[in-house]
């Protein structure tokens, strides 16, 4: 396999085709994730400095680790590639990712934090002092964490096929999933949680910069938009826009009409219904079913993903994890004003995107924008794109580094610590870390190689939508609802959760199974379910965004069965309420733990 | 559970104190929130059943899309931040509370 790689390496640079800036750009990007991963590797020897990071991070570079973990392949290149390929409706995306983070800290961040354990398994087993629950909590970290994995390695795929021009798509994968699984596995969180604080920060330059310059060149942001003409334009308007000496730019064939692009209910939530010969009028419900829908999963997606939640407890008390919080939705706001924008001057600048599918279509308009520079101002062009794709480099990089640790950690810390080997030496567990991050490292790569066909951004709204069923009502009702059994808790999350992961399962399926590729054949057996699609298209409504239902449906589950079960309720839930939600300064956990601890020893 | 240096009948332990604790966090919270979800949820359908209106021009941007794209960060913000400094003062007062209270009980 790697010599292959090099061959096509070979290949390609012996044709010209590698831009030099573009590939230092990168090339020190990855270099210097991975020099510093190796060297704070040094200095974190105890497990629970892998776990963790001795919790002792302060606030401004723990927010900015938060967001550099939370940016990821799909903030970067997928909205751009959303807003370019469907316009108005793709700009829910950036902004839930963003406002989640409210919902986050309004209900969760400070109980949790207060509450204190390592990760939500860890919550769920304390909460109801239950270990069998921390097994079930423990699958959902896996489910969610794959999910979310699966569009970073399109990203990472993408991205080389657009600097190595040639390279197939599966070797950029199998490159960037080996070189960040071995990165964390000799590096921990403690290395991870300066990466991607770090890498915040080139992110953030990196989307910020070119945009500037590709404004100042092109027109702003409004006059972009306004290119495009809304049912409420008069047609002089439209000629005023056109400034002399610009010609009107021609859209393809494949390229959604100006009206439905900029307004709302275009190509995104309308493609069911017209699939099913709706007119516009009748599908116009269904499509603001699927906003709802797709709103619920994004902003409950974001308060259950795992590994988001596993930073707050790096935070010294618990007003720090709500400044944390503030911080990052200022840091992520600021950085989700810009992707769009990517999308709408991609629309009117290269067009020709929107004949192309896969790693050479819509999602790589961030990469190509800034090359257009070229034309005009020679170098400062490769240097731009040099730039984005370092961007996009840190952008899947970082997050599949903390989702690595996330699921290698509920791998190593719980399922092989507390489950297999309950007795195993703290080297042994260390050692497992390590087998355990190649491991998961190993199926992302595989996973991550049959999703090409996919959007980006579409595949993280899943793996949001899962997480919205399953650990959100989790965490939700279990902090603020005292009758919730250990029963009711598992069986919503179990049901909301998987019927959430089936339906996403199915939609991809089908969707793949429509490719022309390799991936058509390999899943050419459900391409049945696509003429079910067609004749019911309010269900595949459903199955595409999960989260209106299974949300409800979690919730109202764990309530019937607690109240059905409402003996088993904890024996001692005053004092966990009071943990979870009284004033750190009283001192109750100090108690709780003192309390907890004296009859097992 | 025998442990004798703490006795859980101290205000702190009581159900009196843990209810308004809760009561007062959740208001708090639900009262944030609403403001969040009376936008969020309120501007697909203002786009559903005032279409017109939000497509009007403001500046190239359509006034839904200005909404969306860009004003609806800073009034996130701006819940946020409200929402720190009272909960952070709510806590300030409940440990006053919890002081108090404990004066009172025996």
Same mark, same amino acid.
């Given at each position: 396999?790697?010599?292959?790689?090099?061959?096509?390496?070979?290949?390609?640079?012996?044709?010209?085709?590698?831009?030099?800036?573009?590939?230092?750009?990168?090339?020190?990007?990855?270099?210097?994730?991975?020099?510093?991963?190796?060297?704070?590797?040094?200095?974190?020897?105890?497990?629970?400095?892998?776990?963790?990071?001795?919790?002792?991070?302060?606030?401004?570079?723990?927010?900015?680790?938060?967001?550099? +973990?939370?940016?990821?392949?799909?903030?970067?290149?997928?909205? $751009?590639?959303?807003?370019?390929?469907?316009?108005?409706? #793709?700009?829910?995306?950036?902004?839930?990712?963003?406002?989640?983070?409210?919902?986050?800290? @309004?209900?969760?961040?400070?109980?949790?934090?207060?509450?204190?354990?390592?990760?939500?398994?860890?919550?769920?087993?304390?909460?109801?002092?239950?270990?069998?629950?921390?097994?079930? $909590?423990?699958?959902?970290?896996?489910?969610?964490?794959?999910?979310?994995?699966?569009?970073?390695?399109?990203?990472?795929?993408?991205?080389?096929?657009?600097?190595?021009?040639?390279?197939?798509?599966?070797?950029?994968?199998?490159?960037?999933?080996?070189?960040?699984?071995?990165?964390?596995?000799?590096?921990?969180?403690?290395?991870?949680?300066?990466?991607?604080?770090?890498?915040?920060?080139?992110?953030?330059?990196?989307?910020?910069?070119?945009?500037?310059?590709?404004?100042?060149?092109?027109?702003?942001?409004?006059?972009? @938009?306004?290119?495009?003409?809304?049912?409420?334009?008069?047609?002089?308007?439209? *000629?005023?826009? *056109?400034?002399?000496?610009?010609?009107?730019?021609?859209?393809?064939?494949?390229?959604?009409?100006? +009206?439905?692009?900029?307004?709302?209910?275009?190509?995104?939530?309308?493609?069911?219904?017209?699939?099913?010969?709706? /007119?516009?009028?009748?599908?116009?419900?269904?499509?603001?079913?699927? /906003?709802?829908?797709?709103?619920?999963?994004?902003?409950?997606?974001?308060?259950?993903?795992?590994?988001?939640?596993?930073?707050?407890?790096?935070?010294?008390?618990?007003?720090?994890?709500?400044?944390?919080?503030?911080? *990052?939705?200022?840091?992520?706001?600021?950085?989700?004003?810009?992707?769009?924008?990517?999308?709408?001057?991609?629309?009117?600048?290269?067009?020709?995107?929107?004949?192309?599918?896969?790693?050479?279509?819509?999602?790589?308009?961030?990469?190509?924008?800034?090359?257009?520079?070229?034309?005009?101002?020679?170098?400062?062009?490769?240097?731009?794109?040099?730039?984005?794709?370092?961007?996009?480099?840190?952008?899947?990089?970082? /997050?599949?580094?903390?989702?690595?640790?996330?699921?290698?950690?509920?791998?190593?810390?719980?399922?092989?610590?507390?489950?297999?080997?309950?007795?195993?030496?703290?080297? +042994?567990?260390?050692?497992?870390?390590?087998?355990?991050?190649?491991?998961?490292?190993?199926?992302?790569?595989?996973?991550? $190689?049959? *999703?090409?066909?996919?959007?980006?951004?579409?595949?993280?709204?899943?793996?949001?939508?899962?997480?919205?069923?399953?650990?959100?009502?989790?965490?939700?009702?279990?902090?603020?609802?005292?009758?919730?059994?250990?029963?009711?808790?598992?069986?919503?999350?179990?049901?909301?959760?998987?019927?959430?992961?089936?339906?996403?399962?199915?939609?991809?399926?089908?969707?793949?199974?429509?490719?022309?590729?390799?991936?058509?054949?390999?899943?050419?057996?459900?391409?049945?379910?696509?003429?079910?699609?067609?004749?019911?298209?309010?269900?595949?409504?459903?199955?595409?965004?999960? #989260?209106?239902?299974?949300?409800?449906?979690?919730?109202?589950?764990?309530?019937?069965?607690?109240?059905?079960?409402?003996?088993?309720?904890?024996?001692?839930?005053?004092?966990?309420?009071?943990?979870?939600?009284?004033?750190? #300064?009283?001192?109750?956990?100090?108690?709780?733990?003192?309390?907890?601890?004296?009859?097992?020893? | 559970?025998?442990?004798?240096?703490?006795?859980?009948?101290?205000?702190?332990?009581?159900?009196?104190?843990?209810?308004?604790?809760?009561?007062?966090?959740?208001?708090?919270?639900?009262?944030?929130?609403?403001?969040?979800?009376?936008?969020?949820?309120?501007?697909?359908?203002?786009?559903?059943?005032?279409?017109?209106?939000?497509?009007?021009?403001?500046?190239?941007?359509?006034?839904?899309?200005?909404?969306?794209?860009?004003?609806?960060?800073?009034?996130?913000?701006?819940?946020?931040?409200?929402?720190?400094?009272?909960?952070?003062?709510?806590?300030?007062?409940?440990?006053?509370?919890?002081?108090?209270?404990?004066?009172?009980?025996?």
């Amino acid at each position: 396999m790697n010599l292959t790689a090099l061959q096509f390496l070979a290949a390609a640079s012996s044709s010209k085709g590698i831009d030099p800036w573009i590939l230092a750009f990168s090339a020190i990007t990855v270099v210097v994730t991975i020099w510093m991963g190796f060297r704070s590797a040094k200095s974190s020897k105890s497990a629970s400095d892998f776990f963790v990071a001795g919790r002792s991070v302060s606030v401004g570079w723990n927010a900015s680790a938060i967001s550099g +973990e939370y940016l990821s392949a799909a903030s970067f290149m997928g909205i $751009a590639g959303m807003v370019m390929l469907s316009g108005y409706d #793709a700009l829910w995306y950036p902004v839930c990712y963003a406002c989640g983070y409210l919902f986050l800290l @309004l209900f969760i961040a400070g109980p949790l934090r207060r509450f204190g354990a390592y990760t939500i398994p860890d919550f769920a087993e304390g909460r109801y002092d239950s270990p069998v629950f921390r097994k079930i $909590a423990v699958c959902f970290v896996l489910f969610i964490g794959f999910f979310y994995t699966m569009p970073q390695m399109k990203g990472a795929g993408v991205t080389l096929a657009y600097i190595f021009p040639g390279l197939p798509y599966w070797v950029g994968v199998l490159v960037v999933g080996a070189v960040i699984t071995l990165n964390v596995a000799l590096g921990g969180m403690k290395g991870i949680t300066l990466v991607q604080a770090v890498q915040y920060w080139i992110k953030m330059f990196a989307i910020s910069v070119p945009i500037f310059v590709l404004l100042s060149v092109y027109g702003g942001y409004g006059k972009n @938009l306004s290119l495009n003409k809304s049912i409420s334009d008069s047609p002089p308007a439209i *000629v005023q826009t *056109v400034e002399p000496g610009q010609t009107e730019r021609v859209l393809p064939a494949k390229a959604p009409k100006d +009206e439905d692009w900029i307004a709302p209910f275009g190509p995104l939530t309308t493609k069911a219904a017209k699939a099913a010969g709706l /007119t516009p009028e009748e599908s116009k419900p269904y499509s603001l079913l699927y /906003t709802f829908s797709l709103i619920v999963a994004l902003v409950c997606g974001t308060a259950g993903l795992p590994h988001i939640l596993v930073r707050f407890y790096t935070n010294p008390d618990g007003i720090a994890a709500k400044k944390t919080t503030m911080w *990052v939705m200022i840091l992520i706001g600021v950085f989700y004003v810009f992707p769009p924008v990517f999308g709408v001057l991609g629309r009117n600048l290269l067009p020709e995107l929107y004949e192309a599918t896969g790693s050479k279509g819509p999602d790589k308009v961030v990469l190509e924008l800034p090359i257009l520079i070229r034309e005009k101002y020679g170098i400062l062009g490769s240097i731009l794109s040099g730039i984005t794709c370092a961007g996009a480099f840190a952008a899947f990089m970082s /997050t599949f580094s903390g989702l690595l640790v996330s699921m290698t950690s509920a791998l190593a810390h719980d399922v092989y610590g507390r489950m297999i080997r309950p007795q195993s030496s703290p080297e +042994e567990r260390m050692k497992m870390f390590k087998w355990c991050a190649v491991l998961v490292g190993s199926v992302s790569v595989l996973l991550g $190689a049959m *999703v090409e066909p996919l959007e980006i951004n579409f595949m993280v709204g899943q793996a949001f939508a899962i997480a919205a069923a399953s650990y959100f009502p989790l965490l939700f009702m279990s902090v603020w609802w005292r009758g919730m059994t250990m029963k009711g808790a598992a069986t919503g999350m179990l049901t909301g959760g998987l019927c959430a992961l089936f339906s996403a399962a199915l939609v991809n399926a089908s969707t793949l199974a429509l490719d022309k590729g390799p991936m058509g054949k390999l899943f050419a057996g459900f391409s049945g379910i696509n003429d079910f699609w067609v004749a019911h298209p309010l269900l595949r409504i459903l199955a595409e965004q999960p #989260a209106i239902w299974s949300v409800p449906l979690s919730i109202g589950l764990m309530i019937v069965v607690s109240n059905a079960t409402r003996k088993t309720i904890p024996v001692d839930v005053r004092m966990k309420m009071l943990v979870l939600h009284a004033p750190e #300064a009283l001192g109750l956990k100090q108690e709780y733990i003192q309390e907890h601890q004296g009859p097992a020893h | 559970m025998s442990d004798p240096t703490h006795d859980h009948t101290d205000f702190i332990h009581s159900e009196e104190f843990l209810h308004g604790l809760m009561r007062r966090q959740l208001k708090l919270s639900i009262a944030c929130a609403t403001a969040f979800i009376v936008l969020l949820f309120g501007l697909p359908l203002m786009n559903y059943l005032a279409p017109e209106l939000m497509a009007r021009r403001v500046g190239g941007f359509t006034l839904t899309w200005l909404i969306l794209g860009v004003l609806f960060f800073p009034y996130v913000w701006v819940i946020a931040r409200l929402f720190i400094t009272r909960s952070i003062a709510l806590e300030n007062a409940e440990v006053q509370v919890a002081a108090e209270g404990n004066k009172r009980k025996p």
